[in-house]
């Protein structure tokens, strides 16, 4: 089975490399191509981290990006002028789409400060990924982050393809309730995992409710069409995370949520 990862970082140093050590990995471009060779892994969604400012950023070969609006990245009493800058990205192949980090960075998605954002991710036809769930960092704030702000954007903006990353950890009902009634909202169901597990069956069996909750909620929403498989590499094992998404999501449903859905929602050029 052909594999997508819809959600990676690809960063080097630091805490990049501590968590992919954590994870069983190491953070190098060789050492990523041997492991998405073993997993028949064959394109990848980079969610960006770099200034809105590198317009000709360029990540290795396999790996397309969404462009990263976070305060590391962006400056928000600046967006009118920064938007030539977005739309230069929004104009690349490479460039798949747009990730807000809310959260990590004190905002709510849906403040009308941002609709030229939104009008530019309509322009190019290219989805919008949004941080939601707990966060790697305890000065962030959970109110910006919850699955309920895609709510409020999914309405504003109807013609904008959302991603929820995470599925909005651990709020999964919520996460459903906001895709029950917002066609326009995919999840990808990354960041779940963490490290490498020591022991999958003991993980299992420590985390059942946990597991079984979030399985739970994937089949109340009945539609296997808008999750797509996602690692958040480096932070996670990529066979665990595999082994994890097999066990979470039902058979019939893997050639979707592993490959097809984010070829259609992120549509990487190389693979159309
Ligand atoms: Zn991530």
Request: glycine share 6%; with cysteine.
């Amino acid at each position: 089975m052909k594999i997508i990862d819809a959600h990676l970082h690809f960063e080097q140093g630091g805490y990049w490399d501590v968590i992919a050590e954590e994870a069983g990995h190491v953070n190098t471009v060789a050492h990523l191509a041997d492991t998405y060779k073993e997993h028949n892994v064959v394109h990848g969604i980079v969610m960006g981290n770099k200034p809105i400012t590198e317009t000709d950023c360029e990540y290795p070969q396999h790996l397309s990006y969404c462009v990263g609006i976070g305060h590391q990245t962006f400056d928000f009493n600046r967006i009118e002028e920064q938007m030539p800058l977005l739309e230069e990205h929004l104009r690349r192949d490479t460039c798949v789409g747009i990730k807000f980090y809310p959260g990590y960075s004190y905002f709510y998605i849906y403040e009308s400060r941002f609709d030229p954002i939104y009008e530019l991710a309509e322009k190019y036809n290219k989805p919008v990924a949004v941080h939601t769930g707990l966060t790697a960092t305890d000065t962030a704030l959970l109110k910006y982050s919850h699955p309920m702000v895609l709510d409020d954007a999914a309405v504003r903006h109807p013609h904008v393809q959302f991603v929820m990353c995470h599925m909005g950890e651990p709020w999964f009902m919520d996460a459903v309730a906001v895709m029950m009634k917002n066609q326009n909202v995919a999840a990808d169901l990354s960041g779940i995992l963490a490290g490498k597990l020591p022991d999958e069956e003991a993980f299992y069996r420590k985390n059942a409710y946990f597991v079984e909750q979030l399985k739970g909620q994937l089949t109340i929403l009945q539609d296997y069409l808008r999750f797509m498989f996602g690692t958040d590499w480096p932070l996670a094992n990529y066979g665990d995370y595999i082994n994890f998404t097999k066990h979470i999501v039902p058979e019939e449903a893997w050639e979707a949520v592993f490959y097809e859905n984010a070829k259609r929602i992120y549509r990487p050029k190389e693979l159309l």
